[in-house]
């Protein structure tokens, strides 16, 4: 299960970064700035049925703006999913 995670993250990652270099500038900044961690806190907090320990882990992962800026543009259902599986 944690190599289908790593997998899964990398995957992530490689898509997060082709779309990051896709953007116009203007496009990044836009979403650069409406990344950050007190909106992924907030979206986090309006998630239903977070344990701590679940909680705790994807606070980790948000010192990382790639993270950040994934999860905010992840749709709900998909955030729950996410912070579910760490």
């Not at 990652?13 to 409406?34: G, Q």
């Not at 950040?68 to 760490?86: D, H, Q, S, T, Y």
């Amino acid at each position: 299960m944690n190599e289908a995670l790593a997998a899964w993250a990398q995957v992530s990652l490689v898509r997060a970064d082709r779309l990051r270099r896709d953007r116009s500038a203007e496009a990044t900044s836009r979403v650069t700035s409406d990344c950050s961690l007190t909106k992924c806190v907030a979206a986090l907090d309006g998630l239903e049925d977070i344990l701590d320990d679940s909680y705790g882990k994807a606070l980790e992962k948000f010192k990382d703006s790639d993270w950040r800026e994934m999860f905010i543009a992840m749709p709900n259902e998909r955030k729950r999913g996410w912070v579910l599986r760490l």
